[in-house]
């Protein structure tokens, strides 16, 4: 059974656009990697380069809005076209972090849940659209006590998108409305090799990660991979592309989780994730 998660969805609109291409930087001019922009309104996002650049067809007379978890978010609104715009972000002061004494133990903070159907069941995450709106996929985790997270675990079943780049996020849930708050300084990005064979992650965060007590969201997502490649597949036939091209695959864990597309404002329960555990120091 594999069940197909469409990452990054074609611009579902059917009206005038206009072009906006430009660059996002930082108070200093240098660039910013992997900002996400869209236009909520009219389902319309995707993901600037390592570099900062972006290229975008939206509406006129409405706002840009680009949203990276080191910054706060940025707005633009859009009037015509645009061939050189810049767009600078302020950076996102975090509050700064509580430290813990005491007695500390290894533990789970969150488990991948059951593999369905072992390997067998997967969930596929395509970036076949070609136009990146950077969808996070994850789970959901209560902290009861201080945690400081020392492993991040999980599994990519194969991978045949070549210069895959993956991020994970955590996020702290807070409120009635359950608002996604970001605890980290910097999103953890890692390379995902193509490779048929089952590849296996641990990855151990630079910054110190400690948690409050409360709960938490940890995302996967896909950030970018060869545009090269991706331009080659798209320019062929429909008939000429393999079915499990330009997809990567993860073991499917019945576990529930949260479907959250930044660029677009949505985030909707999903049923089943990818199966991330996160493992570390709980305080006593």
Same mark, same amino acid.
């Given at each position: 059974?594999?069940?197909?998660?469409?990452?990054?969805?074609?611009?579902?609109?059917?009206?005038?656009?206009?072009?906006?291409?430009?660059?996002?930087?930082?108070?200093?001019?240098?660039?910013?990697?992997?900002?996400?922009?869209?236009?909520?309104?009219?389902?319309?996002?995707?993901?600037?380069?390592?570099?900062?650049?972006?290229?975008?067809?939206? *509406?006129?007379?409405?706002?840009?809005?680009?949203?990276?978890?080191?910054?706060?978010?940025?707005?633009?609104?859009?009037?015509?076209?645009?061939?050189? &715009?810049?767009?600078?972000?302020?950076?996102?002061?975090?509050?700064?972090?509580?430290?813990?004494?005491?007695?500390?133990?290894?533990?789970?903070? &969150?488990?991948?849940?059951?593999?369905?159907?072992?390997?067998?069941?997967? %969930?596929?995450?395509?970036?076949?659209?070609?136009?990146?709106?950077?969808?996070?996929?994850?789970?959901?985790?209560?902290?009861?006590? *201080?945690?400081?997270?020392?492993?991040? %675990?999980?599994?990519?079943?194969?991978?045949?998108?070549?210069?895959?780049?993956?991020? %994970?996020? %955590?996020?702290?849930?807070?409120?009635?409305?359950?608002?996604?708050?970001?605890?980290?300084?910097?999103?953890?990005?890692?390379?995902?090799?193509?490779?048929?064979?089952?590849?296996?992650?641990?990855?151990?965060?630079?910054?110190?990660?400690?948690?409050?007590?409360?709960?938490?969201?940890?995302?996967?997502?896909?950030?970018?991979?060869?545009?090269?490649?991706?331009?080659?597949? &798209?320019?062929?036939?429909?008939?000429?592309?393999? *079915?499990?091209?330009?997809?990567?695959?993860?073991?499917?864990?019945?576990?529930?989780?949260?479907?959250?597309?930044?660029?677009?404002?949505?985030?909707?329960?999903? *049923?089943?994730?990818?199966?991330?555990?996160?493992?570390?120091?709980?305080?006593?």
């Amino acid at each position: 059974m594999v069940s197909s998660l469409q990452l990054l969805p074609l611009q579902g609109v059917a009206q005038d656009l206009v072009s906006v291409k430009g660059r996002v930087v930082d108070s200093k001019g240098e660039a910013i990697e992997y900002v996400q922009l869209g236009m909520p309104s009219h389902n319309i996002g995707t993901i600037s380069s390592v570099d900062g650049l972006f290229s975008i067809e939206v *509406p006129p007379a409405d706002t840009l809005h680009f949203h990276h978890v080191s910054y706060r978010v940025g707005k633009h609104p859009v009037t015509g076209p645009e061939d050189d &715009l810049t767009i600078v972000l302020e950076d996102n002061e975090l509050p700064p972090a509580v430290s813990f004494g005491g007695d500390t133990k290894e533990k789970f903070l &969150l488990k991948p849940g059951g593999k369905i159907l072992g390997d067998k069941a997967l %969930i596929g995450c395509s970036i076949a659209s070609g136009t990146f709106i950077g969808s996070e996929l994850g789970s959901s985790a209560t902290a009861r006590k *201080p945690f400081l997270v020392q492993d991040i %675990i999980f599994e990519v079943h194969s991978n045949s998108i070549p210069g895959c780049v993956a991020s %994970i996020n %955590i996020y702290r849930i807070e409120g009635k409305n359950e608002a996604f708050v970001n605890v980290l300084h910097k999103p953890i990005y890692f390379d995902v090799p193509p490779s048929d064979n089952p590849q296996h992650f641990d990855l151990q965060p630079e910054e110190p990660i400690l948690l409050e007590k409360g709960k938490y969201f940890v995302a996967f997502q896909i950030v970018s991979c060869d545009k090269k490649a991706l331009e080659e597949f &798209l320019s062929r036939d429909e008939s000429r592309r393999g *079915p499990t091209e330009m997809y990567l695959y993860a073991p499917l864990h019945l576990k529930s989780s949260y479907l959250r597309k930044i660029a677009l404002g949505e985030i909707k329960p999903f *049923p089943v994730n990818i199966g991330i555990a996160v493992k570390g120091l709980e305080f006593q």
